[in-house]
């Protein structure tokens, strides 16, 4: 059974840089697909990139070219660098397995991009 953690999220002006973590308990990390995912207030929840077990990655349209997913299989971490970051990525951010899977779902972290 695998527990995701987010971390990182905070208050950044438009233009500026974060950078997100996911930590997995359990030993089974390496063996799954995982993805970042974001849900601003009155949206649906969201896939924003996406890495496969052989590090192959995966992104939303409006975020190619400024985030980059990345793991860490021995260190069961995954991050995702955000950069450029500007207001409409205001958003919960969470880690999950992609596909993802309701057992999962923490807490997310939340990032606020100020104009």
């Not at 939303?60 to 450029?84: E, G, H, P």
């Amino acid at each position: 059974q695998v527990q995701l953690v987010e971390s990182g999220g905070g208050l950044v002006q438009a233009g500026g840089s974060l950078r997100l973590s996911c930590a997995a308990s359990g030993s089974t990390f390496r063996f799954n697909a995982m993805a970042w995912y974001r849900q601003a207030p009155g949206n649906a929840r969201e896939l924003v990139a996406a890495i496969t077990t052989g590090g192959s990655t995966d992104y939303k349209d409006s975020v190619k070219c400024r985030f980059t997913i990345s793991r860490d299989n021995a260190k069961n971490t995954m991050y995702l660098r955000m950069n450029s970051l500007k207001p409409e990525d205001t958003a919960v951010y969470y880690c999950n397995t992609r596909p993802a899977s309701s057992v999962y779902w923490g807490q997310g972290t939340q990032v606020t991009v100020s104009s």
